[in-house]
C-alpha cells in the first residue's frame, strides 16, 4: 500500500454547509490529486497538486477549493455544499514522473449532501 | 466525442473463457496508458500499463496497444469469477502538473460459473 489515506470514510451534510476533506500521505510524493466518480460520468478530476502550494484546475473544479500547506496533506473544501456534489470522491498520488507511471488512490469519502 | 471511450457493458464470459475488454482515446497525444480495476464499493487499482504499440503481457492479462487506430484493449485469459468488477481505461498526456489520467466510464465484466 502507498500509504494514502482519505478522512473521513463517509459524510453526511447539509446543503450550503462547507465541507473539507482530507488526503493524507506517507511517501512524500509530488503530485495529488482529487477526483470524483458518479454513475454515467466515471472518474473525472477536480483539482490537483504539483507540490507544496502549487495546485490547478482540473475539469469540474467549480464549486471547489484545494489547499497544499505539506507534502503530506491535500486538502478538498466544497465552498457551499450542493445536492449535485453528492459524489464518491478520491484522492490518488502519482507513482513517479514520465512514461508508465500511473496512480494509487485512496479508499475514497462517500459523501452525501440533503 | 468523450477523450476517452469504453462500453459499459455488462460484458458477461463463462469461467475459463477470454475476456475482451476495448477502449478508444481521441487525443493524439496521448502516450501512456492503463488499465485500473474497481471492485464495487472499492478504490480503483492498476494492474496494466502500456505505452508503446503491440502487445504487454503480465501473467493472465495481456494490454494491446494500437496508437494509429487509438485504441486500446484489455484481454484476460482464463477469466475467474474474482476478475468480476469494473474495468477502467486511462489515458494521460504529460504535463507540467505531471500524469494528468482521464478516464472512461468502465466496462463492468461478470463471469458467471
Known amino acids: 500500500d502507498a500509504g494514502i489515506t482519505q478522512s473521513p470514510r463517509h459524510k453526511v451534510t447539509e446543503t450550503g454547509t462547507p465541507v473539507t476533506l482530507r488526503c493524507h500521505q506517507t511517501?512524500?510524493?509530488?503530485?495529488m490529486y482529487w477526483y470524483r466518480q458518479d454513475p454515467g460520468h466515471g472518474l473525472r478530476l477536480i483539482h490537483y497538486?504539483?507540490?507544496?502550494?502549487?495546485?490547478d484546475k482540473g475539469e469540474v473544479s467549480d464549486g471547489y477549493s484545494v489547499s497544499r500547506s505539506k507534502t503530506e496533506d491535500f486538502l478538498l473544501t466544497l465552498e457551499s455544499a450542493t445536492s449535485s456534489q453528492t459524489s464518491v470522491y478520491f484522492c490518488?498520488?502519482?507513482?513517479?514522473?514520465?512514461?508508465?507511471?500511473?496512480?494509487?488512490f485512496g479508499s475514497g469519502t462517500r459523501l452525501t449532501v440533503v | 466525442q468523450k477523450e476517452v471511450e469504453q462500453n459499459s457493458g455488462p460484458l458477461s464470459v463463462p469461467e475459463g473463457a477470454i475476456a475482451s475488454l476495448n477502449c478508444t482515446y481521441s487525443d493524439r497525444g496521448s502516450q501512456s496508458f492503463f488499465w485500473y480495476r474497481q471492485y464495487s464499493g472499492k478504490s480503483p487499482e492498476l494492474i496494466m500499463f502500456i505505452y508503446s504499440n503491440g502487445d504487454k503481457e503480465d501473467g493472465r492479462f495481456t494490454a494491446q496497444l494500437n496508437k494509429a487506430s487509438q485504441y486500446v484493449s484489455l484481454l484476460i485469459r482464463d477469466s475467474q469469477p474474482s476478475d468480476s468488477a469494473t474495468y477502467l481505461c486511462?489515458?494521460?498526456?504529460?504535463?507540467?502538473?505531471?500524469?494528468?489520467?482521464?478516464f472512461g466510464t468502465g466496462t463492468q465484466l461478470k463471469v458467471e460459473l
Open positions: 486511462a489515458v494521460n498526456i504529460l504535463t507540467g502538473g505531471g500524469n494528468k489520467l482521464t
Open positions: 511517501e512524500n510524493h509530488r503530485y
Open positions: 497538486s504539483y507540490g507544496v502550494k502549487d495546485t
Open positions: 490518488a498520488i502519482n507513482l513517479g514522473t514520465g512514461e508508465g507511471y500511473g496512480y494509487t
